[in-house]
């Protein structure tokens, strides 16, 4: 069964606004300084990259729980690298720490395996590069 999950509007000003229909919330888009836009929200490209991090912080979530392993605290920084022609993102590099995490090397293995392996990683192009790197 399809259902509909979010609604989006385009308000002018290279801007767009989507709502999540089950709980209301809302996200503002603008385009980039780069590419005529004000750059005072997230790019549609940004949320791309973004929606790859908080896919694979949720996916390493479920592992941890299912482990035993306390991942709150775990941090990340995410780069995104634009191609000019034809625009589109090239890479997309995310590092996440959590220096003091405790698990096993198993553990920390089977927290990295999930993260490149969540569902938003796996739907992008194989040409979209991902440089993921763990500091934990």
Partial sequence: METIMAEAEYVGGLRTKATHLRSGNAITTDAPVDNNGKGEAFSP???????????MMTIMGIVAEREGVNLTGLKSEVIKVMNSSPRKIAEIKIHFAHPGLLASEEQKLKLKNAARTCPVALSLSSELKQTISFDF
């Fill in 45 to 55: 490209t940004d949320l791309v990259s973004a929606a790859l991090c908080s896919c």
